[in-house]
């Protein structure tokens, strides 16, 4: 590992978590020397990764950081075959949408289909949310054993007061998500928000995703025919990135 790169990354990490920093409130979080972080951010700021507001002299993301994320995107594949069927989920459903891919211990959403009432809705593209807390993030754990045996063995992190913390339960959850190929969460990552999700399958037999439905607590939980229509979803993508069947057992 470049440690040099490896302290790059840290820094946008960091500024990813919040819209605007002291320098030593980054070094803080990042425990290195407020000299070192200043370095680090000036070159990125050459890149366009960082901005420094000229008032408060804090330190933001900059432009070229949605420039890469939109590249990002626009090459996944996972994101153009699901877009049309995220839609016919949202319109069989009546609930909003999100497909999301696997980071470490979190999921990014790539596609959100809002939802179909024309309601005013936040566009969800790019944010991120616990995967131990997600429905979409348990879907992809439970067919990524690489992925959720580097769990730590200590508490997870907390969201809401009804976030699985205990790595037994959530392990047991994994399992269980195995022999449906069906993720749920009921308030674990925001209050009064709840989610249905099923896994993704590539050409090669991988989990590359997961899509599912975003449901008001008020209306949790959903039928079978919700819970049917999640997995249809999942399984027609999967078939359009040329998976062998679906789900896929985990190796």
Not at 113 to 124: H, I, L, T, V, Y
Not at 148 to 158: I, K, Q, T, V
Request: hydrophobic content about 45%; proline content about 7%; charged content about 20%.
């Amino acid at each position: 590992m470049i440690q040099s790169v490896d302290r790059a990354m840290r820094v946008l990490g960091v500024l990813r978590t919040a819209r605007r920093l002291a320098l030593s409130e980054i070094a803080t979080r990042l425990d290195l020397a407020p000299s070192t972080v200043h370095g680090i951010i000036k070159t990125l700021q050459v890149h366009g990764m960082v901005l420094q507001d000229q008032g408060s002299g804090h330190y933001r993301l900059g432009p070229a950081a949605l420039k890469l994320g939109n590249v990002y995107l626009d090459t996944l594949e996972l994101r153009s075959r699901a877009i049309t069927w995220a839609g016919e989920l949202a319109r069989g459903t009546g609930y909003a949408v999100r497909t999301g891919v696997l980071l470490p211990e979190e999921v990014l959403i790539v596609h959100h289909e809002p939802r179909p009432d024309g309601s005013r809705q936040m566009p969800e593209v790019g944010i991120v949310i616990p995967a131990h807390a997600s429905a979409l993030g348990k879907a992809i754990l439970a067919f990524s054993p690489e992925h959720a045996e580097s769990y730590p063995d200590g508490p997870l992190r907390s969201m809401t007061r009804d976030t699985v913390t205990d790595p037994a339960r959530f392990r047991a959850q994994l399992d269980a998500v195995r022999s449906h190929a069906l993720a749920s969460e009921q308030e674990e990552a925001v209050i009064g928000e709840c989610g249905l999700a099923a896994p993704i399958f590539d050409g090669y037999g991988t989990v590359a995703g997961a899509v599912g439905v975003v449901v008001p607590m008020l209306e949790w939980p959903v039928g079978d025919a919700v819970a049917g229509a999640v997995r249809d979803a999942a399984r027609t993508i999967s078939r359009e990135l040329g998976a062998p069947h679906w789900p896929v057992p985990p190796a």
